[in-house]
């Protein structure tokens, strides 16, 4: 099972570089961690994308950043998990 880091492990990530005498924690990262870091940069890019430019009406009523969010986020799980 794979493990999904919290919140407040992202956000301590520079903490844990100044206090890691062994070299740089970002030779650690997998392609994993690189791919889901991309994936919430991307997503959150869409988002404020889609406050800039609000829409009445949209697919099922959602605009197109949620669309692209959920279409993103179910494309994610199928990489991911396979």
Do not use: D, W
Request: hydrophobic residues 45%; charged residues 15%; contains cysteine.
């Amino acid at each position: 099972m794979l493990q999904k880091p919290s919140a407040f492990r992202r956000r301590s990530v520079h903490l844990y570089e100044t206090r890691c005498r062994s070299g740089s924690i970002y030779h650690r990262f997998t392609e994993e961690n690189v791919f889901t870091t991309v994936l919430a940069i991307l997503m959150t890019g869409i988002l404020l994308l889609g406050m800039l430019r609000r829409q009445q009406q949209g697919i099922a009523n959602i605009g197109f950043e949620s669309a692209l969010v959920l279409a993103l986020y179910a494309g994610s799980i199928v990489l991911v998990f396979t």
